[in-house]
């Protein structure tokens, strides 16, 4: 099946900082979600993007569909921002699933 | 709120115990899903429902049993469970377009522990 690898697995961040998490999968894909776990456990979808830019206030994401890779870029970090990070990419055609990375644990510290 | 609740969000059951999670969505999609996630893991799939109809099951052990009556509405029935099964439970749903872009939203979790 298609790989998710996710980078760095861990990030620490001072409030007011920028990130850039980073998503890499094997395959061509015709889905790929950014999803923002918080710590209570509900996973909130940031972004649907299997390829190209979008921007949602502080965050924004990107997409490059023939290098297999997406960014998830996160602005003035606020502690708010703290919680788990994943992506998710679908193949598409029949009984295509969406399979997650392990994630990115985001810190951001007052 | 994301449009898609579950209930209980925590749950403490005995390994002899029967109990059963809910999922409600209130978004028109045509699909459902279980998921499970452990401590240290990967969001794992275990079921999905298109149009009431399972058409996935990830290998799950018979001591979970989901039922779906309709598109709106999912659960997950549990008894004989082991320690193991200790997990957050995940329900989504999606607008199944057939083209394998399934756009989830997720619930809040319910939160099971098996003493």
């Known amino acids: 099946g298609i790989q998710v690898e996710q980078s760095p697995p861990d990030l620490i961040l001072q409030e007011g900082a920028n990130s850039t998490l980073r998503c890499n999968f094997s395959?061509?894909?015709?889905?790929l979600q950014w999803f923002h776990q918080n710590p209570w456990g509900q996973l909130i979808n940031l972004f649907y993007i299997p390829s190209g830019t979008k921007q949602n206030g502080r965050l924004s994401a990107t997409t490059v569909a023939t290098e297999r890779y997406s960014l998830l870029y996160i602005s003035s970090s606020q502690t708010t921002d703290s919680g788990v990070y994943f992506c998710?990419?679908?193949?598409?055609?029949?009984?295509?699933?969406?399979?997650f990375g392990k994630g990115i644990t985001l810190s951001v510290r007052p | 709120e994301t449009g898609v609740t579950q209930t209980p969000r925590h749950l403490v059951m005995g390994m002899t115990n029967k109990k059963s999670l809910k999922c409600e969505q209130h978004l028109g999609h045509n699909a459902m899903y279980w998921y499970k996630q452990s401590a240290k893991k990967p969001l794992e799939l275990m079921f999905v429902y298109n149009f009431k109809e399972q058409t996935e099951n990830n290998s799950v052990p018979s001591r979970f049993s989901p039922e779906c009556p309709n598109s709106s509405h999912l659960f997950l029935h549990l008894h004989t469970l082991q320690p193991e099964d200790s997990a957050l439970y995940l329900c989504a749903s999606s607008h199944n377009r057939g083209n394998g872009a399934n756009v989830l939203t997720f619930g809040a979790g319910s939160r099971l522990t098996v003493l």
């Open positions: 395959d061509s894909v015709n889905n």
């Open positions: 998710a990419v679908e193949r598409g055609g029949a009984n295509s699933k969406l399979t």
